[in-house]
């Protein structure tokens, strides 16, 4: 999705959906979608009618002004400054509802924007949330491949020429899905979730060495592309000598974390050597990852084995049984 930053670049994406229109004038100043006060008071992006943990974009429905009508009149009056006080990025009124005099007042006053909108405050809040999340989320560029690999997003990583492309092209060959190479873009959707998407300029695109550049979905077809996938394991490719290779633990392998976007994704180091199958290295390291999230690791499941295996053949005491 296309990154934004400002109310007049959501206007222009998603204003059409929404049957969203401006209220007052397009020609103030430009209203960054995060503002300061975002990062002081936690503000949410958008929600309804809060002056206690102000939104950037404040809904106003029918329940919100049957509550600000049942205030007096000075509470009414201290609500709606309160309202344009917290500076919002717009004030967006659903229902197909006109504002009064007094909003437009304090929106001139505060150059904030009213919005307005003949659907429901619900069903704008839902879109505007999701489509917000995604476009405002923090973004970085991984060099790499991205696959999707039995239904899990996997990155493959390692230094120039060790042979992600490759590996890659075998992947896709076994029925695997290509996402991006060489420059995957991950966005921070969720507190824990990293989704992994191709730049459109590199879309359905695969750099072979010795092959020059193949279309994966002009080669293979339609179900060889996804567009978009979360970020579940990184198998990073290695170069390993003999010493490297004789400190990996045997029981749990090579499994660590890498810290993107402050989200710990599990990795895996995949010693690169002549011989190795790599495309059913990295199907057994998925299988692997998705029995770990299932709550199995055969390495401990090894140990538990061998430790009852000793306990159940251990030798009498000294004297044996009375």
């Known amino acids: 999705m296309t990154q934004i930053r400002t109310l007049q670049e959501m206007m ?40 206690i943990h102000p939104n950037r974009l404040q809904v106003i429905g029918e329940p919100e002004l049957l509550y600000l009508a049942d205030l007096g009149k000075t509470a009414y009056k201290e609500t709606v400054e309160k309202l344009f006080a917290g500076r919002p990025a717009a004030v967006v009124f659903t229902d197909g509802i006109e504002p009064e005099a007094s909003f437009h007042h304090w929106s001139e006053l505060t150059e904030t924007p009213l919005l307005g909108t003949p659907l429901s405050d619900g069903e704008v809040v839902t879109h505007l949330q999701y489509f917000l999340t995604n476009a405002l989320a923090d973004r970085i560029t991984v060099h790499g491949v991205f696959m999707e690999v039995l239904g899990m997003g996997v990155l493959l990583t390692g230094d120039p020429a060790i042979g992600k492309s490759e590996l890659a092209l075998d992947l896709i060959n076994r029925g695997q899905r290509l996402i991006a190479d060489d420059a995957p873009e991950f966005a921070h959707i969720a507190p824990e979730t990293l989704q992994g998407s191709c730049p459109p300029l590199l879309q359905d695109f695969l750099e072979v060495r010795g092959l020059g550049v193949l279309n994966i979905r002009a080669m293979f077809g339609e179900s060889s592309i996804r567009q978009s996938k979360n970020l579940n394991l990184i198998v990073d490719l290695r170069s390993l000598d003999e010493k490297e290779l004789a400190i990996i633990d045997r029981l749990s392998g090579t499994l660590s974390a890498r810290t993107i976007l402050g989200v710990a994704v599990p990795e895996v180091t995949m010693p690169v050597a002549p011989g190795r199958n790599l495309a059913i290295l990295v199907e057994a390291a998925v299988r692997h990852q998705i029995l770990r999230i299932r709550g199995y690791d055969a390495g401990v499941d090894m140990v538990e084995r061998q430790t009852r295996a000793v306990e159940t053949s251990a030798p009498l005491p000294v004297g044996g049984p009375e």
């Open 12 to 51: 222009a994406l998603i204003g059409p959906r929404l049957e969203l229109r401006w209220l007052t004038g397009q020609s103030g100043p430009v209203q960054p979608l995060r503002g300061t006060a975002a990062s002081i008071y936690g503000q949410s992006l958008v929600g309804s009618l809060n002056c």
